[in-house]
């Protein structure tokens, strides 16, 4: 088809789907690199032992949580410097990358006290001592992986707000590379080396991290499309004003990462009176959309970026471009996701389980799980784009609101019954799941509708009538 024959507003739709996915793709790519080390981490402990599997699946968890309030405070950073990115403010640039870089240093010392605290912690736990000898053993490198951990993601998050996703993807793809046949020597006392079992994982962890932040800070001295910036320069002492409104952005996000994660994490506690098969069941469906989770992530971190690149170069309407562009791609991968998983839900559980009981169970969950998959893709979308406008608080009371004060008591109440209704089981869990991702998705989506108009009418009159102009005549 001719192009002139296209509307313009398929063209601009078309012209910025591209953009984003082209952001998208690395970004996706190197975050199922993250997500394969973990999986690495859990198939060579499996071959270690029971005990090692289960370890490290328990020193997992326990990182995770305790790292979640500084990762999610570190990835302000990527709409801060896309802001100065769109405005061409290169010394803003630089002068982001260096105050976020001070920033980590104390949360550097914070992470490494959290997850010291987490060693000694999981010994409290109701598990075997053999378990727990090899948890904490797990735990006590990733202190120094705690430590680098900011570091990291302060060259990760610039480099995202620059648009640089490649660099991501194939920094975490080396690290995910590394820690393969890390973990193959650590754990299992492969090419000479002493036998460590479940605790090999976490110097192998530590090995690759260290080796990551290496790469990385070569790559921030050293590479061409860095140059310009001069990121290293004229180093500047912490600015108590800027590092306050980095920590005005982050901590509602590492709130919000905090408190959806821990509710992810209590569930399958709170399933434990149901017995092993509904907790095996709820594993199978929450691993794979887990896996699924990967691609709506990547895209709305490529959305968070380019609304700020628009935001800052002074284009809201851009901007809200963005938002519909992005919601629209993450509606229609969603729906494939769904489809697939309704679709493969059979032959999916076989490839986890062959307890005939556990299979029905978890090919049931996956009809709950595809549905979660929809309200999950907006929610994300719809949280990251407001990132972008740096409007991170709501969202943050919106997620902790929807997912402690009424899908929590509403997952229970389901789940085990009450005077009026027998219980569920753990549908009735994934069932106040599904309600309270869909409220929590409606209500950012409306809180992302709303501070978008908020900026174009802010642009002034005549740009908000050039928008109604064009929604008029389409």
Known sequence: MNSTAIPPRWRDLRAESRRVIALALPLVTGQLALVGMGVTDVVVAGHAGTDDLAAVTLGFYAWDLAMLLVFGVMLANTALVGHQYGAGNVAGIRRQFQQTLWLALPLALLSGLAIFAAMHAVRFLDVTPAVADIAAGYLLPTIGTAVLLPLALCFRTTNEGLGLTRPVMWLNLGAFLVNIPLDYALVLGGFGLPRMGGAGCGWATLTSFSLLVLAWTLYSLCAPALRRYRLWSDFGPPCARELRSLLALGLPIGLSLLGVGGFFAVLPMLMASLGAVAIAGHAVA??????????????GQAMSVRVAHELGGGNPRGARAVCATGMLLLVGIALLQAGAIVALRHPITALFTRDAAVAELGTMLLLFAAAYRVFDSVQIGAGMALRGYKDTRVASAINIAAYWLFGLPLCWTLAMGSPWHAGLGVAGFWAGMLAAIGVAALAIAWRLAR??????????PALLAAVSAQAAGA
């Open 286 to 299: 929450i691993t794979v959309d887990t896996l699924m989770l990967t691609i709506p992530l990547g895209v």
């Open 451 to 460: 501070t978008s108009r908020r900026h174009l009418r802010a642009a002034g």
